[in-house]
């Protein structure tokens, strides 16, 4: 699919063509390899999708025009996770894995019990989350991006407006995934998945004070990341499937 899905800034749209410029048209001349005459897939990460054919191709630039535009279909609840840092190569799993499970915000959390330390590589973790979600969307075939904010502290994403439904992932018991599925579709809901080694009891107790609903994902505890792959995998699946 990465070799015919292209990302387009707005900018280069102006209808009914396409100047695409940059890394995408080095993509697609250089290494798809696309000529004119080519159809190709691009998509603006705001939802539409743009069936173009190729006219002319060049060094600094690709003219395309425009044959069809195809907008995504809204989800029924708008998922979020607010996912605590973790190590580089988890992260970047969750990262990619939630854009292709349609995740619409990813918020990373600093918790008390953290090994990873951030300061002065906020802009460079930024910048590598959003080239592994564009990836990931291009892979996927999906049109649009998930947002994914710079790190908060827990106690500022408390404090934030909350989503429809809100719960966080418990080792240490909770209404069962499958019973908070049963209960009904919310508008939205925000899942709040905890480090390597936990909440602190203090953090937990704050949690539950902000109205977030624990929720226990079974006998087996699972690894930071299989938590937040299989708990945003499984809600995906049956809100909105």
Not at 65 to 74: D, G, R, Y
């Amino acid at each position: 699919m990465t070799s015919n899905l292209f990302f387009v800034n707005e900018e280069q749209i102006k209808f009914p063509f396409i100047r695409l410029s940059g890394t995408e048209n080095y993509h697609l001349s250089k290494v798809a390899r696309k000529k004119p005459g080519d159809k190709v897939w691009l998509f603006d990460k705001r939802g539409k999708s743009y069936l173009a054919k190729i006219e002319d191709t060049g060094r600094s630039h690709t003219r395309l025009f425009i044959l069809k535009i195809k907008e995504i279909k809204k989800p029924r609840v708008r998922i979020s996770l607010a996912q605590a840092l973790i190590k580089s190569k988890a992260m970047d799993l969750i990262i990619q894995k939630s854009t292709e499970l349609g995740i619409a915000i990813i918020i990373p959390v600093l918790p008390a019990r953290t090994i990873v330390k951030i300061e002065n590589k906020v802009d460079i973790k930024l910048s590598r989350w959003k080239k592994i979600a564009l990836a990931a969307a291009k892979q996927c075939g999906r049109s649009d991006l998930p947002s994914i904010r710079p790190p908060i502290d827990l106690s500022e994403l408390l404090e934030k407006k909350k989503a429809a439904k809100n719960i966080f992932l418990n080792e240490k018991g909770g209404t069962l995934l499958k019973d908070v599925i049963k209960k009904g579709i919310p508008e939205s809901a925000l899942v709040l998945v905890g480090p390597e080694g936990g909440w602190t009891d203090e953090e937990e107790k704050n949690i539950i004070q902000h109205d977030y609903e624990p929720v226990d994902l079974g006998v087996n505890i699972l690894r930071t990341e299989t938590a937040a792959v299989c708990s945003l995998g499984i809600l995906s699946h049956f809100w909105n499937i």
